[in-house]
Structure formats: C-alpha cells, structure tokens
C-alpha cells in the first residue's frame, strides 16, 4: 500500500488571515490538496501547484468522505474550517468516517488537528472582555439536535448564571429561534443584561452591537452572527461588555 | 497630553509559538514593552530593544495597572496571557482598572485585544474531536467564586447535557474540588463518560490522558490541566474522543 498522506484538519480563524495560527498556515502550505466549503478556498490565495476541491454548504459528509480518501490516496491534504475546526465544525465529522471505514489515526493515517480562534473568541475580543468567567455554548440550529433539547440547555445555562454564547442564531429557513431563546433567557434573566452581537467578526463587512437581552431580536442576525449573552455581573460601560474578575488570582496570565 | 500608546492584550496561545496567531505576533513586534508572568515573557525572545516587565502569579492587578501606566505614558506595549486573554484572563482586568480611573478604551487609551487559542480548543485539538456540539466551560477554582455557585454550574451542565470543560482543576492549595465535581457529575452521568485530561498542551511536557468519568481522579491534574468531558453521545474510540454531529448542515465548514 502506498505510503497515506496526512490529513491536517485546518482551523481558518476568523475572517482576516491575520488571525490564523503559524501552524494552520504551515500544513495549509504544506497540503498538495486544499478542500473546503468555496466560500472559504477563495481567501486563501493556493499556488499554481496546490489542487483546489471546493464543495458547496450542505456537502459537508462528501467533503469528509474525499479529504480522507486524498490523504489515504498519498497526497497532504488540508480540510479546511473557518473558526476553529475543533468546535461544531468538520473534525468530527473526518472521525466518524475513519471509524466507519476501521482506519484508526496514528496507525492508517495520519490526522493533525490544527486548533484556531473559533468564532466566539473573535466575537469576545471585539466587545472588550464577556468572557471572564464561567460560559456556555450553544447552536440554535435545531436542523440536527431537536428543539427542546436546545431549549433546555438555554435554561440550565441560564440558572446557572453562565455567561451565554450563540452560534447559528438564524438562517434562511429558520426564523424563530431567536425570539424563542430569548424568551427563555427572559423568564431567568434580567432584560437589562448586556448583550453582544458580532456578524462577520474580523470579515468585510463586520457588525458589531452592543444592546440587551430585552432588546436583542431587534438587529439582523444570520449564520455568521455569534451573540454574547452576559452573567448577572457583565455590564455595559460605553461600548464595552466586561464580565468582571471571576479572574482567578491563582491561573497564571 | 503626550499621544497614549496602544495597549494590545495578547493571546500567546498554548505554549508552543507555532499556535499564536499572526496579530497577535505582530503585536508583539511592535511593542516597546512587554509585560507578563515572568514565565511566559522568557518565551517571547524580545528583542535587544524591548523592555520587559516581568511579574510573578498573584500580581495580576498590579500586572494591569503597569500595562495601563505604560500604555498613557505614550509606549505601545503588549500585556500577555497564555491561550486566549479573554478566556479567564487578563482582558477583564484591564478594562476594570480602565473605568475605575475613567478613561475610556477608544477615546482616552487605544486598546487592542488579539484573540488566540485558548486551553479547552488546544485540549480539544489533542483528543479528536470531543467539542462537536454544545459545550460549558467551567473554572473549579473557588479562589474568588463560591464553591456552591461551581456546583451549581457543574449540576446545570451534566444536567442539560453539555460538554463540560474544566479550568483550573487544582492547585497546591487546592485539592478536594476535582473530585467534588467528579461525584456531583457522576449522580448525573454515565461513570463511563469519556473524560480526556490534557496538560501542558502543545508545551514540553504535554500528557494527554483519555479515560471515564469514573476514573478521571486517578491521573495526576494541576494549573496546566484542562479536562474534557464527554456529553452522553461522545464516544472513545481507541486513544481519541468525538462527539458525534452536532454538525450542522447548515453551518458552513
């Protein structure tokens, strides 16, 4: 069998270059192969001699599927991801397709996940400091994970006074969700809570808004839009969300 | 008035440069000053011409006052955190000493934050592919936040299924909390759970352990450790950990 290639598992960062990791950028300069959502391939700028394979949205099994066979085919290949590839994005799904085909990484082939700045980073670096204490993620996209599910996790999250962020507010077919969350957060939390909303963090064309629970549905949103819900301590100061301390004297900074 | 300088918070990522961010490395060069715990500046190779204040654990205000000082003194300078500033760290700090001395980020002081690549991503990144879907990330440091309150985060988390990441697991003058959380997770969770312990990500030293939320106490942990631990779908798969799905479609990869 011929010698596999590896399968550098690319996290993108945010928009601007810029904010991609010096070893993202080396396995991308590494790859004989770059495949990806086209959207993203785009910004990339390949040499002559690396082979593009760009899929569309919604191809994202397919996509797997063919990084995984180019690396076994012997060639270094780079999926890649926007964000961080580690978080709700394509790592997990290259897993499932080795599990299914028995090709253990480290023995059939070789797969390096390449971490980056994932979107809520972003999100928190442009609105001053949300995320200094205890914070919980969650998708509102209920394509995938039912809705009561999501739902529930809205309220623990919420009881439990984390520090709130969310991924896929809205999107062309779904148009609810939003208003749903917020109603949930609403029945726990105050309306005054400071909220952040972030759309194309570090992109062209970046958004950035400073307003509240009560009011936060009244802004467009859509799949490149992350929020910051605050705790009961974040507060708003001019254009700025802090979550105070919750620094912790004895975490070395 | 002499013209402030720029104060950037830096994201050093975990330990191995490699994972900085191209910003936030460009900060860096641009600094006249940096200024850090003493153990993560040695890292930096400064130049000739840069100045380094160097403090010990435990100064973090003081830490940011300088960085303040330093900044309306009319240098640039870089105050640094491992993995992401604004992840518990030294972000929220800076923006406290700011509006108590009422200078305002954007009129009185510029202030950059450079996101980067926080433990949990880095932690992530070293297992598989444990944060495919909703996760919580929680500090067990009850140094400045109420034990109970912890609890009650650790509860809501098991409860509503998240992921869980764990901060801060111990310290030499904490030792009771990791198994605390442990039994207040294991009346909500499979003791088979797959927990991956990951210290010293991506620095010497790294030891990545995968094991169950039954045994999770039996590895040694301390300030370096972030722990992962799986939600009821997230499967071990020889030495790797994924969660499944939770991709969705809709996001684009």
Redesign the interface.
Known sequence: MKRPGILFLVSL??G????????A??ALERSKVLI??K??LLLLSPRQDQKIVASE??E?EE?ARMAVDIAASGSDVSL???G?V???????????VL?EKGW???RDIEVE??????AF??A???L????????????L?D???PWD??A??L???A????VICL??PQ?R??NWQLTSAQQILLALRSGETPVGIVTNGYREGEKIVLTTLKQMTAYPVD?STTLLIGNSKTFQ????M????????????
């Open positions: 960062g945010p601007d270059n810029s904010q991609r990791t010096f070893a950028q080396a990806g959502y959207g993203y949205i919604g994202e996509r890649v991801s926007s961080d580690g978080i709700y994005a394509m790592a997990g799904l290259v897993y499932e599990k253990l990484p480290g996940v390449l971490p980056g700045v994932s980073n972003a928190a670096s442009r001053g400091a949300p995320l200094m204490h205890d914070f919980a993620c969650i998708s996209s394509l995938m994970t599910t999501i529930r996790r309220e623990a999250a009881q439990a006074d984390f991924y896929n999107s077919s779904r799949m100061w001019d254009r700025w802090v979550t105070p301390r919750g620094y912790h004297l004895e975490k070395i900074g």
